[in-house]
């Protein structure tokens, strides 16, 4: 592994409008590493990707990838990463292994079209036009024409959007082969269990923030990262448990009517508390279940905590 980061990010800034949507956003990426860029929409962290890729500019702030600055290095750059975009950028006339061969015109030593075709499973369409193609069909060709340069560092902008489960997971494969040559990926995904499954490690963005940084292990490990669950015969009051406890007590969008959740570990301190509020308020207790919450948990947790 190289002793310089893939991706060193400093201080980035950038305005639209007089309004700041990147702010004083730092992170590295280690070479060999899969890191998940995660924020909800509108938190800035595509403007970031742009920038990272060479195709917006900052306003304040270090940016270097593979050691050079995208804004003013770019041609050195370009050849040396691949970039997979949601959506858009393919020629709709084309067939996908000519769109394929046009990429790898591109690039001095490029994959093999035919053997790239294959690889995202698009055999079977390859006489159909992009035009033609089912939204995941045109997702794996994105995915191949990200990939076609042999890119030392890949950009995957929402790599599994409109894709069925066997091709998710297919395309899960592929990323994971990725790492295992030796390419680093930053990916982009609303998908936290893509997250928890890819990820070496994850920054979640909110408003322009850092927020969080860490493994997945790591953020649903934490004690803000823990919760207790539990039910209850009749409604109880959510505001009035929490000043008892102490703790960020809400109500739980559940098939269960009365379903409660304290972000908290479940000590036996806290169970006796809870145990005592439900007795004093007559309230009888029905399911109760400690657990570890997941990175979508967490991540939900950090962006509720930002916006309010």
Same mark, same amino acid.
């Given at each position: 592994?190289?002793?310089?980061?893939?991706?060193?990010? #400093?201080?980035?800034?950038?305005?639209?409008? @007089?309004?700041?949507?990147?702010?004083?956003?730092?992170?590295?990426?280690?070479?060999?590493?899969?890191? @998940?860029?995660?924020?909800?929409? !509108?938190? *800035?962290?595509?403007?970031?990707?742009? &920038?990272?890729?060479?195709?917006?500019?900052?306003?304040? !702030?270090?940016?270097?990838?593979?050691?050079?600055?995208? #804004?003013?290095? =770019?041609?050195?750059? $370009?050849?040396?990463? @691949?970039?997979?975009?949601?959506?858009? @950028?393919?020629?709709? !006339?084309?067939?996908?292994?000519?769109?394929?061969?046009?990429?790898? +015109?591109?690039?001095?030593?490029?994959?093999?079209?035919?053997?790239?075709?294959?690889?995202?499973?698009?055999?079977?369409? $390859?006489?159909?036009?992009? $035009?033609?193609?089912?939204?995941?069909?045109?997702?794996?060709?994105? /995915?191949?024409?990200?990939?076609? =340069?042999?890119?030392?560092?890949?950009?995957?902008?929402?790599?599994?959007?409109?894709?069925?489960?066997?091709a998710r997971a297919t395309t899960w494969q592929l990323?994971?082969? /990725?790492?295992?040559? *030796?390419?680093?990926?930053?990916?982009?995904?609303?998908?936290?269990?893509? +997250?928890?499954?890819?990820?070496?490690?994850?920054?979640? &963005?909110?408003? !322009?923030?850092?927020?969080?940084? =860490?493994?997945?292990?790591?953020?649903?490990?934490?004690?803000? #990262?823990?919760?207790?669950?539990?039910?209850?015969?009749?409604?109880?009051?959510?505001?009035?448990? +929490?000043?008892?406890?102490?703790? %960020?007590?809400?109500?739980?969008?559940?098939?269960?009517?009365?379903?409660?959740?304290?972000?908290?570990?479940?000590?036996?301190?806290? &169970?006796?508390?809870? =145990? +005592?509020? /439900?007795?004093?308020?007559?309230?009888? /207790?029905?399911?109760?279940?400690?657990?570890?919450? %997941?990175?979508?948990?967490?991540?939900?947790?950090?962006?509720?905590?930002?916006?309010?």
């Open positions: 592994m190289s002793d310089v980061a893939a991706i060193t990010v #400093a201080g980035l800034d950038k305005h639209y409008a @007089g309004r700041k949507v990147v702010d004083d956003l730092t992170f590295t990426v280690e070479c060999g590493e899969v890191f @998940g860029l995660l924020g909800p929409n !509108g938190a *800035g962290k595509t403007t970031t990707v742009e &920038i990272l890729e060479g195709y917006r500019t900052r306003d304040a !702030g270090a940016v270097r990838v593979l050691g050079l600055d995208p #804004a003013d290095e =770019g041609g050195a750059l $370009r050849p040396r990463i @691949g970039v997979m975009l949601q959506e858009g @950028g393919l020629y709709p !006339g084309l067939r996908p292994l000519e769109v394929l061969r046009l990429f790898a +015109a591109y690039y001095d030593d490029p994959e093999d079209p035919q053997r790239l075709l294959t690889l995202v499973g698009l055999d079977e369409v $390859r006489k159909t036009t992009v $035009r033609r193609l089912s939204g995941g069909q045109a997702q794996r060709l994105s /995915l191949a024409c990200a990939l076609i =340069g042999r890119p030392e560092l890949v950009f995957l902008d929402e790599p599994t959007a409109g894709m069925d489960p066997h990323v994971r082969d /990725l790492q295992e040559r *030796g390419t680093t990926v930053l990916l982009t995904t609303h998908l936290m269990s893509e +997250a928890e499954a890819l990820c070496d490690r994850v920054a979640i &963005i909110a408003a !322009g923030h850092l927020a969080a940084l =860490g493994t997945p292990r790591e953020l649903t490990s934490t004690p803000r #990262a823990e919760a207790v669950n539990f039910t209850t015969g009749r409604d109880l009051d959510a505001a009035d448990l +929490a000043r008892a406890l102490g703790l %960020s007590t809400d109500r739980v969008q559940s098939p269960r009517s009365c379903e409660y959740r304290v972000l908290a570990s479940g000590t036996p301190q806290l &169970i006796a508390a809870l =145990g +005592a509020f /439900l007795a004093a308020h007559e309230i009888t /207790l029905g399911m109760l279940q400690a657990n570890e919450r %997941s990175l979508e948990d967490v991540f939900l947790a950090i962006t509720a905590e930002t916006q309010s």
